[in-house]
């Protein structure tokens, strides 16, 4: 039932929604405190490529 294909889906799945909350709270913060706009697209760039990291790792580690 639970296959290496349906773990990876889930990886990509969840990489997905936590990259959609990051970016709805970056936009959220920038809206709220404009001057910080440029640390807020830093801080956003580098968790966004943590999480695709972690899906990627995740990926890899199953080996079809």
Same mark, same amino acid.
């Given at each position: 039932?639970? %296959?290496?294909? #349906?773990?990876? !889906? $889930? !990886?990509? $799945? @969840?990489?997905?929604? @936590? =990259?959609? &909350? $990051?970016?709805?709270? !970056?936009? /959220? !913060? %920038?809206?709220?405190?404009?001057?910080?706009? %440029?640390?807020?697209?830093?801080? *956003?760039? &580098?968790?966004?490529?943590? =999480? /695709? @990291? =972690? #899906? &990627?790792? *995740?990926? #890899?580690?199953? @080996? #079809?």
């Amino acid at each position: 039932m639970f %296959t290496k294909a #349906f773990a990876v !889906a $889930l !990886a990509a $799945l @969840g990489g997905g929604i @936590g =990259i959609g &909350i $990051l970016g709805a709270k !970056a936009a /959220e !913060a %920038t809206g709220r405190n404009p001057g910080a706009a %440029t640390p807020i697209l830093v801080i *956003s760039i &580098i968790l966004a490529a943590l =999480i /695709e @990291g =972690i #899906f &990627i790792l *995740s990926a #890899f580690a199953v @080996g #079809f």
